[in-house]
């Protein structure tokens, strides 16, 4: 897969099929319907493109809601390039991408991207005010000589598969069902940070993390998790929370890996989330807390234990 | 623990898989398949190559995986394409532009002399994920609140780098480097010399030691493979791991000693260095450390047991 960043740098050497989305988190429903498109790219001998937008269009258009990635753009382009897409145009959308006329913007592709068929959910639209809806694109198909394709959305317990409802599930700590819609567990990286070394002096290492604030978080509690950092990947346990002492009210996530006794500081590390395991909550005592954390870890190799055979 | 053939029993299920990783799957996602396709349980890999770059990644299988840090040390070589004129937060084709510059002015000789730079010893700052903006701040800084998440540079080396193609904006590179080193930061620094601002556009890994992309199998070959049943084939035996070390060789009783962790007093050699050991008949027993304030070399693993010397 080529990732471009401009209309002019595309430049494809055959006719193309395009869809167009933020494509946040590529979960399944994004999934099914890019693996359509590169199998018809392949059937006719065309490329098969898709093209995307950072920052999100709604972190422009809405610049006072807390944008809530599921995913950072390279996880994007990995799992993109994974479907074996052939060309990734990663567009900045701006305030004047967004004021312009659908049937201006999708002259442009056809113009640039030698456009044949476009693909699409019932949902999409595009262009200012976001005229540009699937009766509008398909009529301006006609003008300009391309096909629009609907995409049946894919389903998940008789609801619709979207970001917006991963991100809900994820809010709710549900992080079992958003990897359902996902097809992976959800995961997010951060730099180990040097922490109040509290976890040391109750007998557990932790690694503290300050995830990126751009990312969805699932709620606070205790989580069981996998941990990797370049080439081990360990189970732990993690608590999401905010820690008052850091005075930003900022989210922080602390993770104990099991059997591991490295130093993590200034690491990389990939959060996985598998199961959430229980609320945060305060305890009368060390000892009380001492024996809940060990009560959790030993859920936690429970419930990879119980993976791993599933494998 | 069995050599492959060593016991004369069974299959062997210690090896070194030489793959062309697709682009699109983490390390990880190709060592988890390994595992699944194959049923072995330890299954590691020797030294991370991104999601987005394709090529050689080294895939250790049973015992082998003890020797994965061997096999990771080794010098690595990559074709790579930078793409000038476009800076990224990420240093990658995935991130988000944040500086575009006319690059029309830069000649193939400007190129040629910048990379130029770059060969020999150097020193490197290895690429963030956190280089993400926000606010105009890199999110390092805010993390500052109270902490440093700072990444100091580090020496690296790298020799053999060529120009092999300049298709402007675009060039293409040829380089051999030690562990450790960040193609994307040397294409974010090149574009930074340049003073055009640079990302890595694509990446492919040639070589880990003497393991070359001309002998790796492709993940949909080794699938196709472990439906027949033939993957134990793409197997490189044990001993191939370790070839690239240096070799020691010690007669049967230093063999009993190494064998039961003990240290050996034999002729000193390089400080330091990881020596792969054999006994007289050329049978892989090892890897061993020459300690000089012990006096003698050390084993660091072992792959013999007493009673089968």
């Known amino acids: 897969m080529r990732i471009v960043h401009t209309l002019e740098q595309a430049q494809p050497e055959r006719d193309t099929v395009l869809t167009i989305g933020s494509f946040d988190g590529v979960h399944r429903g994004?999934?099914?319907?890019?693996?359509?498109?590169v199998q018809r790219a392949r059937e006719t001998g065309r490329l098969s493109m898709a093209l995307s937008f950072y920052p999100h269009p709604r972190a422009v258009l809405h610049p006072e809601l807390r944008p809530a990635y599921l995913s950072t753009p390279q996880e994007r382009a990995a799992i993109l390039a994974a479907l074996e897409l052939d060309l990734l145009l990663l567009l900045p959308f701006t305030k004047e991408l967004a004021a312009t006329p659908a049937a201006d913007f999708m002259g442009e592709l056809v113009r640039r991207l030698r456009l044949r068929e476009l693909w699409v959910g019932p949902d999409f639209s595009l262009g200012r005010g976001r005229e540009g809806d699937v009766a509008a694109l398909r009529a301006l198909g006609q003008e300009l000589g391309y096909a629009l394709h609907v995409v049946e959305p894919l389903m998940e317990n008789g609801e619709v598969i979207s970001s917006t409802r991963i991100r809900h599930l994820l809010q709710e700590g549900q992080v079992e069902e958003a990897a359902k819609l996902l097809g992976r567990p959800y995961s997010v990286m951060g730099t180990v940070i040097q922490g109040a070394h509290r976890g040391r002096s109750l007998g557990f290492r932790t690694a503290n993390l300050r995830p990126d604030p751009e990312r969805a978080l699932p709620a606070d509690g205790v989580y069981v998790i996998w941990a990797s950092t370049g080439n081990e990947r360990h189970g732990g346990v993690a608590n999401i929370g905010v820690r008052p002492s850091f005075g930003t009210g900022e989210r922080l996530l602390e993770a104990h890996l099991l059997d591991y006794s490295g130093d993590l500081y200034s690491q990389d590390l990939l959060v996985e989330f598998v199961r959430f395991l229980r609320p945060e909550r305060r305890f009368a005592d060390t000892a009380a807390l001492v024996e809940q954390i060990r009560r959790d870890i030993a859920q936690a190799r429970a419930v990879l234990a119980e993976i791993a055979a599933q494998e | 623990m069995d050599l492959p053939g060593g016991g004369g029993r069974g299959p062997a299920l210690a090896g070194v898989l030489v793959l062309d990783k697709p682009?699109?799957?983490?390390?990880?996602d190709v060592v988890a398949e390994v595992r699944r396709l194959t049923g072995v349980r330890r299954v590691g890999h020797a030294g991370t190559l991104?999601?987005?770059a394709t090529g050689v990644l080294l895939v250790c299988l049973g015992p082998a995986t003890r020797l994965a840090e061997?096999?990771?040390?080794?010098?690595?070589s990559y074709r790579a394409t930078i793409h000038l004129g476009l800076a990224t937060d990420t240093w990658d084709a995935a991130g988000r532009v944040v500086e575009e510059?006319?690059?029309e002015h830069l000649s193939r000789e400007a190129v040629e002399e910048a990379l130029a730079h770059f060969r020999g010893a150097i020193w490197q700052v290895p690429p963030m994920y956190a280089a993400l903006k926000r606010d105009g701040q890199p999110l390092y800084r805010l993390a500052r609140q109270g902490v440093e998440v700072e990444r100091a540079p580090r020496q690296v080396h790298i020799d053999d780098l060529q120009l092999l193609a300049w298709?402007?904006?675009?060039v293409t590179i040829e380089l051999t480097c030690s562990k450790g080193t960040y193609v994307r930061s040397l294409a974010h620094e090149l574009g930074q010399r340049l003073g055009v601002g640079g990302h890595l556009a694509e990446l492919v890994r040639l070589a880990v030691g003497p393991f070359r992309?001309?002998?790796?199998?492709?993940?949909?070959?080794?699938?196709?493979?472990c439906a027949t049943g033939g993957w134990r084939a793409a197997l490189l035996p044990l001993e191939d791991a370790v070839r690239h070390l240096p070799r020691l060789?010690?007669?049967g009783d230093a063999a009993r000693r190494l064998a039961l962790g003990q240290i050996v007093a034999l002729p000193p050699g390089e400080d330091d260095h990881p020596h792969a050991v054999y006994d007289g008949r050329g049978r892989f027993l090892g890897i061993v450390r020459y300690r000089p304030d012990q006096g003698g070399w050390q084993p660091e693993k072992v792959f013999v047991t007493p009673e089968k010397l």
Do not use: C, I
Request: no cysteine.
């Open chain 2, 101 to 103: 510059h006319s690059w």
């Open chain 2, 249 to 251: 060789e010690v007669d």
């Open chain 2, 70 to 76: 061997y096999l990771a040390e080794g010098r690595k």
């Open chain 2, 167 to 170: 298709q402007p904006p675009r």
């Open chain 1, 30 to 37: 994004h999934q099914h319907l890019v693996r359509q498109l």
């Open chain 2, 213 to 225: 992309l001309e002998q790796a199998v492709n993940l949909e070959r080794f699938r196709a493979l």
């Open chain 2, 23 to 28: 682009q699109g799957l983490t390390s990880h």
């Open chain 2, 50 to 52: 991104d999601p987005l």
